[in-house]
């Protein structure tokens, strides 16, 4: 038995969700995040959404086969969105859904988790009720409802972009 470490994950499954070219780098201008904002010669939204579809993998737990990029303006369910964007060149996966009011985050606004001027972390609030979340610890500022996080992981490819993949984050405890 292994007790100080973690064996390799059985749900380790990675899922591609395009090249690091394809976002924007988005930073705290006020705008939500599904807002278009100047790229080159047009016009892009500051994030992507993709619906995730599971199995049940025969041990009680569910796996993610794939992901399809989908359109912002259509919430359908929710509950099987991934929103992924980067801000202030950091590469975030969060779920879709606002865990207090299962509103799209797409239509929230980040800021800067700021201690007197010095930065500690990232945040977003969601624009149903004012709720914000910590983009690295999911941890709400009310509550406790917790945004799920995603793992993501940059890939390098032949040339100078990257290859952005996510996976479900590990549950501690």
């Given at each position: 038995m292994y007790r100080f470490g973690t064996g390799s994950r059985t749900d380790a499954q990675w899922l591609f969700v395009g090249l690091a070219s394809a976002f924007l780098d988005v930073e705290s201008d006020g705008a939500n995040l599904s807002q278009s904002r100047p790229c080159n010669a047009g016009f892009k939204?500051?994030?992507k959404v993709f619906y995730t579809s599971n199995e049940d993998s025969g041990n009680g737990s569910q796996e993610h086969k794939g992901l399809t990029e989908g359109d912002l303006d259509e919430a359908l369910d929710l509950k099987s969105?991934?929103?992924v964007f980067q801000y202030k060149g950091k590469f975030h996966a969060i779920d879709?859904?606002?865990p207090h009011s299962s509103f799209p985050l797409s239509r929230g606004t980040l800021f800067d988790i700021e201690d007197f001027g010095v930065v500690?972390?990232?945040g977003l609030t969601c624009p149903k009720h004012d709720w914000s979340f910590d983009l690295f610890t999911g941890t709400g500022d009310r509550g406790n409802?917790?945004?799920k996080i995603w793992?993501?992981?940059l890939r390098g490819i032949d040339?100078?972009?990257?290859e952005v993949w996510v996976r479900k984050k590990q549950k501690m405890g």
């Amino acid at each position: 038995m292994y007790r100080f470490g973690t064996g390799s994950r059985t749900d380790a499954q990675w899922l591609f969700v395009g090249l690091a070219s394809a976002f924007l780098d988005v930073e705290s201008d006020g705008a939500n995040l599904s807002q278009s904002r100047p790229c080159n010669a047009g016009f892009k939204p500051g994030c992507k959404v993709f619906y995730t579809s599971n199995e049940d993998s025969g041990n009680g737990s569910q796996e993610h086969k794939g992901l399809t990029e989908g359109d912002l303006d259509e919430a359908l369910d929710l509950k099987s969105q991934i929103l992924v964007f980067q801000y202030k060149g950091k590469f975030h996966a969060i779920d879709h859904q606002c865990p207090h009011s299962s509103f799209p985050l797409s239509r929230g606004t980040l800021f800067d988790i700021e201690d007197f001027g010095v930065v500690l972390s990232a945040g977003l609030t969601c624009p149903k009720h004012d709720w914000s979340f910590d983009l690295f610890t999911g941890t709400g500022d009310r509550g406790n409802y917790r945004l799920k996080i995603w793992e993501v992981q940059l890939r390098g490819i032949d040339g100078s972009d990257k290859e952005v993949w996510v996976r479900k984050k590990q549950k501690m405890g």
